[in-house]
C-alpha cells in the first residue's frame, strides 16, 4: 500500500503493486488491524491480506 504521510481517515489508499484503489485510509486501518497486527508482515492487494 501506498500510504501519504499525511493521510486522514478519508485518504484514497492504492495498491502498491497493482495500482487498484483499496478505500479510505481509515477503512483499511479498522478491517487491516483486525486481520493481520503485523502491519510490517502483511500486505493489501486486490481486497486481500497477503503475507510478505
Ligand atoms: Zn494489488
Do not use: V
Not at 502498491?16 to 479498522?30: H, M, N, T, V
Amino acid at each position: 500500500m501506498d500510504i501519504p504521510d499525511n493521510a486522514t481517515g478519508s485518504t484514497p489508499i492504492h495498491c502498491s503493486k497493482c495500482g487498484a484503489f483499496l478505500g479510505e485510509w481509515g477503512e483499511l486501518q479498522d478491517d487491516f488491524y483486525r486481520q493481520a497486527r503485523g502491519a510490517e508482515a502483511f500486505d493489501l492487494c486486490n481486497g486481500n491480506i497477503i503475507k510478505k
